[in-house]
T-cell receptor, first 111, second 117 residues
Framework: GQNIDQPTEMTATEGAIVQINCTYQ??????LFWYQQHAGEAPTFLSY????GLEEKGRFSSFLSRSKGYSYLLLKELQMKDSASYLC????????????FGGGTRVLVKP | GAGVSQSPSNKVTEKGKDVELRCDPI?????LYWYRQSLGQGLEFLIY????????KSGLPSDRFSAERTGGSVSTLTIQRTQQEDSAVYLC???????????????FGDGTRLSIL
């Protein structure tokens, strides 16, 4: 099966940077996704990595190292609306290519 | 519609009753997933349908839970003899076939908030 670990909670200040780490173990890695979920809402797709390196999308970037089973999501120039849970999810060929989600990291942005 | 549609949005029922939750995926999406999310927790995988293949039911927590997908489109998740621990948000997601389009994300519906009294 898959093991996906991410911190439970992080706090940061408006305008600052926060890095959310995710470590995983899979037997047939086939991509890693980051989702954002505001309280009471559905998760929405943020980013996708399948090759090593950094993918940048505006204020959000995601990094992957397949050899280390490690990814991070970087949120820059934090805004109050970035307060949400951030979910790391891994696609595994050995599990029929379905996504398995980590427990999520709740980020609280303070003024 | 343009997105994944779930109904009802809220369901309150008494312990022991059966409930049926519905999911209408994005048109053209062959993969459909059900998840359960308890308050403040991550997503717990329940079941996965891909085209005409046999569904992956490995996440269903007990035999009180079942799901079907008719005509490769709409899916219903049925919980029989509900228990209080079944109270959660049930999320449905759909995607293009993941083994041919691995970069395609899952798109989620707004969920059904189920409360068992």
């Amino acid at each position: 099966g898959q093991n996906i670990d991410q911190p439970t909670e992080m706090t940061a200040t408006e305008g600052a940077i926060v890095q959310i780490n995710c470590t995983y173990q899979t037997s047939g890695f086939n991509g890693l996704f980051w989702y954002q979920q505001h309280a009471g809402e559905a998760p929405t797709f943020l980013s996708y990595n399948v090759l090593d390196g950094l993918e940048e999308k505006g204020r959000f970037s995601s990094f992957l190292s397949r050899s280390k089973g490690y990814s991070y999501l970087l949120l820059k120039e934090l805004q109050m609306k970035d307060s949400a849970s951030y979910l790391c999810a891994v696609r595994d060929k050995a599990a029929g290519n379905k996504l398995t989600f980590g427990g999520g990291t709740r980020v609280l942005v303070k003024p | 519609g343009a997105g994944v549609s779930q109904s009802p949005s809220n369901k309150v029922t008494e312990k022991g009753k059966d409930v049926e939750l519905r999911c209408d995926p994005i048109s053209g999406h062959t993969a459909l997933y059900w998840y359960r999310q308890s308050l403040g927790q991550g997503l717990e995988f329940l079941i996965y349908f891909q085209g005409n293949s046999a569904p992956d039911k490995s996440g269903l927590p007990s035999d009180r839970f079942s799901a079907e997908r008719t005509g490769g489109s709409v899916s219903t998740l049925t919980i029989q003899r509900t228990q209080q621990e079944d109270s959660a948000v049930y999320l449905c997601a759909s995607s293009l076939r993941p083994d041919r389009a691995s970069n395609q994300p899952q798109h989620f519906g707004d969920g059904t908030r189920l409360s068992i009294l």
